[in-house]
């Protein structure tokens, strides 16, 4: 990066952790610290709430989703307006009447003390994992651009974070996070307007979409039912629903952001803001990469887009065999020029004969350089087995720093920054909250005073941050960071849900029939996840069903065999 960049990157950053700072001054107690003395307005809450989702791997993972594999993943989101509404006449008002700080509380309060310390639990560790994720992200953009070992920027950037955000609390991160994503719309404007004016002058946006569509990658709907998909119309209103309800409205890192809403109105007003901006703004995210997609038709993208690997392999005993593979990819990029500038001269004259011949002459290019960059990938794997074989995390990065003027790449660096800064403090506050009220006051020291209280929370929201720190140091194993994400949460969300679920809709059930079906309904899911069956996204929905039945039927069993008991002594009677 340039001296302008750097510049503008620091600025950014320095201006947001400062005003975080001035906004969080004067905390007292956990109230304050935990849930920012439950004071801010809607538009304030709905801006934390998509901050603390849009991590750094939303803007870095996506593009490279959408480049590779097509917009389709945007029907993840499909179910979160459904589940906004859910939300907004269920869980908001009994969250805010009994006044919790953490979703939990409610469950001791229906069940007892086993089902909310399990709830917790299993929060504690899908969340400490996956933020871990969300720290790792950002790290790699140093490392790909200051060729810096990634385990040293990990530990640079989790320190950080985790600095930042034991000494501020929710007060400092909902403050920062409303100015994190005015930067960050604004931001995205910028690239997408950018990424149009790169493109060659007789290729305008429509024209670029059209290009991209005839290799596929602007299938946003897809209405087949297949269980086999991940990503359909059905897989995202259904699977997507239940993921996105358990996340909303039982992961505490989200919990506590509509928590801290000064009154149930200004809660639900907030969660309805998230629902209504939310799609559109992922939509605009894999837009980009489509439009990235469509500008590498022009200008020959490289053969592997994780540089670092590919700098290996080049002072490796297999240079040679990779320069072969480098000329022959070079090769097709021509032919596939050629093709895409026939295509164009096609699609304006509406040659539809045309267009279907140099389509299907597209496909086969593509094809064949996507044969040329698996042999790249089985020889880097040849070079070394543990090196990280998915480019996806790196296609967006690439293109910014090779394409994007001066300050502008600052600028964009900035985003992805904010972006985890924003996801990762929330998170480690939630981890540090539920530790604090559902483990360490519940179990722990059920007296202590606020001094002590405030000390313990700042205490767990740094021990969590090492946690995360350290996942943080593996997660380059993962491939797609925002699949990976997605995949461990539907590992919980389906199960979590599906105690609140019986919370708040089968009052008959009691506390020891959902504690057992919640533990059987985990071993399931995870089993099921195992055996590689169906698209993850369905594991929310048997969580959260399996866990409803098994429950049904253990209290039923559990009130005959009472019943039975009942008859027997009446009889001795």
Not at 460 to 473: D, E, P, S, Y
Request: overall charge positive; charged content about 15%; glycine content about 8%.
């Amino acid at each position: 990066m340039s001296a302008a960049d750097w510049i503008v990157l620091f600025l950014t950053l320095l201006s947001i952790v400062t005003y975080g700072i001035y906004k969080s001054r004067g905390i007292k107690n956990i109230d304050g610290y935990l849930l920012g003395n439950r004071s801010l307005p809607w538009y304030h809450v709905g801006l934390s709430v998509m901050a603390t989702q849009a991590s750094a791997i939303t803007f870095l993972s996506a593009p490279g989703l959408a480049y590779s594999s097509g917009m389709s993943f945007v029907q993840f989101y499909f179910g979160l307006p459904l589940a906004m509404i859910v939300l907004c006449i269920t869980f908001i008002p009994i969250f805010h009447k009994l006044k919790v700080f953490t979703a939990y509380e409610f469950l001791e309060k229906r069940f007892d003390i086993r089902t909310r310390g399990l709830t917790a639990l299993l929060f504690l560790i899908q969340r400490g994992i996956s933020t871990g994720i969300t720290i790792f992200a950002p790290a790699l953009i140093i490392s790909t651009i200051l060729h810096i070992d990634l385990t040293w920027t990990t530990l640079a950037i989790g320190s950080f974070v985790v600095i930042y955000t034991t000494y501020g609390g929710t007060k400092a991160v909902s403050h920062t996070q409303l100015l994190q994503m005015s930067i960050i719309f604004g931001s995205l404007l910028i690239a997408g307007v950018l990424v149009i004016y790169l493109l060659p002058d007789d290729i305008g946006f429509s024209k670029a979409l059209h290009i991209a569509g005839k290799s596929g990658k602007t299938n946003a709907l897809d209405f087949t039912f297949d269980l086999n998909n991940n990503y359909t119309l059905w897989t995202g209103l259904i699977g997507g629903f239940f993921l996105q309800l358990s996340y909303f409205g039982t992961d505490q890192s989200q919990v506590g952001r509509y928590l801290t809403g000064s009154s149930i109105k200004e809660s639900r007003m907030g969660l309805i803001m998230n629902g209504l901006l939310k799609v559109p703004m992922q939509f605009a995210i894999l837009l980009i990469g489509v439009l990235v997609f469509a500008y590498y038709q022009f200008h020959q993208p490289p053969l592997f887009f994780n540089q670092i690997e590919i700098q290996n392999l080049k002072n490796s005993q297999h240079a040679s065999a990779y320069q072969e593979l480098e000329k022959k990819h070079s090769q097709l990029f021509k032919q596939r020029e050629s093709v895409v500038h026939d295509l164009n001269d096609a699609l304006d004259l509406d040659d539809q004969n045309g267009i279907a011949t140099l389509r299907s002459s597209l496909h086969q290019l593509n094809t064949e350089m996507q044969h040329v960059k698996e042999s790249t990938v089985e020889l880097i794997k040849k070079n070394n087995p543990a090196a990280e074989t998915n480019d996806n995390n790196y296609v967006f990065l690439a293109f910014v720093t090779s394409t994007f003027p001066k300050g502008l790449i600052g600028l964009l660096i900035a985003v992805i920054f904010l972006a985890s800064m924003g996801a990762t403090a929330s998170a480690i506050n939630s981890l540090a909250s539920t530790t604090t009220i559902d483990i360490y006051k519940r179990f722990i020291n059920r007296h202590a005073t606020e001094r002590q209280d405030l000390l313990w929370s700042r205490l767990f929201t740094l021990g969590w941050g090492i946690f995360t720190v350290v996942v943080a140091l593996y997660a380059n194993k993962l491939g797609n960071l925002l699949e990976a994400v997605n995949i461990l949460g539907s590992l919980f969300y389906g199960t979590i849900l599906g105690i609140f679920i019986v919370a708040f809709y089968m009052k008959k059930i009691k506390g020891k029939a959902v504690f057992i079906a919640a533990i059987l309904s985990e071993i399931l899911v995870v089993g099921i996840w195992y055996l590689d069956k169906i698209p993850f996204l369905w594991l929310n929905l048997i969580g959260c069903v399996a866990v409803m039945l098994i429950a049904y039927l253990v209290q039923l069993g559990i009130g005959n065999k009472v019943q039975h008991i009942q008859s027997n002594d009446r009889h001795i009677d």
